[in-house]
């Protein structure tokens, strides 16, 4: 036997014994969560992490092994068992597989022990979470170039479920292929028509004779590029992951500053974190200055107003329905006495929830 591969299989029993000594901490996390549920205390305990960490760190320092490396592996770890020791979220998000809205449900939830379910509509996500076929929903609600996602504005008017998070991300767009193709070889670019229109120029000065395909998803050009030679698209990495696809350039939309922001959906919205906005929507009576009289009650308050959009009210013709945003928490006092004032001078006042701003 080589010298090398009596290493090898060396390192091989090594990495039995890790993974025989990982699945046995997790089992005793998993037994410290039920005995901490059954107690009713808390799962997560900072400062016992704190005190693991800098154990290992010091404990590292004994061994030679660079530390920040260390703690990096010990923090997943501690990850891991905390998941464990928590209930599991489902989170449904607006499929297909691989686009922004799974990106953006799986950075949400990443220190979360979560499951992600992919629903066909945003009508879908409002039902399951309804139905109790997943415990959290996330939704697009606008695009800083493309505007509010008005399907999903209505079903918040309809439905009673509450706004219990927002997420923001930017949108990045990625040139994906097949292994081993280069640029020279794509005939063909494929995407949604707005990821296409978002990366003009990148396509106009580096693919100018490549013929453009419009699809439904962005995920759909990247499963394209699996099936069929010649082909590139213009998707995400999370996509290029799922289908085992290449990415040969990264970053080539047109403008930096396109952003899609989400909604987290669930029974419940947030309890106040001291960063928080509030939605809300309303209508106000068909007279002069009556909108005026509505949003000075948040601005005497020193209340920002982040958001404001109508819509048609259904049923009434040539009347609007208003949604709002503003900051704080509808339990904080000054918003609360300005929520009581709302009522007052607006028609059918519906607090559609309060959560942490997006960082």
């Known amino acids: 036997m080589e010298p090398r591969d009596e290493i090898r299989e060396k390192i091989d029993s090594l990495d039995q014994r890790i993974l025989q000594a990982l699945a046995e901490r997790v089992s005793l996390a998993r037994e410290i969560g039920q005995r901490k549920k059954r107690a009713g205390l808390s799962i997560i305990d900072v400062a016992r992490e704190h005190a693991v960490l800098r154990r290992v760190i010091e404990k590292a320092g004994q061994l030679n092994l660079p530390e920040d490396g260390t703690e990096a592996v010990y923090r997943e770890i501690m990850r891991l068992c905390r998941n464990v020791q928590m209930d599991q979220v489902r989170v449904g998000f607006l499929g297909p597989r691989g686009t922004f809205s799974e990106q953006a449900a799986r950075e949400h939830f990443r220190d979360k022990n979560a499951t992600f379910e992919e629903r066909p509509t945003v009508s879908d996500i409002f039902r399951s979470v309804k139905t109790n076929e997943v415990n959290i929903g996330v939704v697009p609600i606008e695009n800083s170039n493309e505007g509010s996602v008005v399907i999903t504005l209505d079903l918040l008017s309809e439905s009673n479920l509450m706004i219990s998070g927002e997420i923001v991300l930017r949108v990045t767009h990625n040139l994906i292929v097949k292994p081993g193709t280069g640029l020279g070889d794509i005939v063909e670019v494929a995407s949604h028509p707005q990821a296409l229109a978002q990366c003009h120029h990148y396509l106009e000065e580096n693919l100018p004779k490549a013929e453009l395909l419009e699809t439904k998803s962005t995920s759909a050009a990247v499963k394209l590029v699996a099936e069929r030679d010649g082909v590139a698209a213009i998707g995400t990495e999370l996509a290029a992951q799922i289908f085992g ?70 049923g009434k013709p040539w009347e609007y329905v208003f949604f709002c945003d503003f900051e704080g928490h509808r339990k904080d006092q000054n918003c609360r006495e300005a929520l009581e004032e709302l009522q007052l001078k607006t028609v059918n006042l519906k607090v559609l929830g309060s959560y942490p701003r997006a960082q």
Request: no cysteine; aromatic share 6%.
């Open 245 to 314: 696809m290449h990415t040969i350039a990264f970053n080539i939309e047109d403008s930096q500053e396109n952003h899609t922001r989400f909604f987290v959906l669930g029974k419940e919205d947030s309890p106040p974190t001291g960063r928080d906005r509030t939605s809300v929507l309303f209508s106000v009576q068909h007279r002069p200055g009556s909108l005026q009289e509505a949003l000075e009650v948040l601005s005497k308050r020193t209340i920002n107003l982040t958001k404001i959009e109508s819509r048609p009210s259904r």
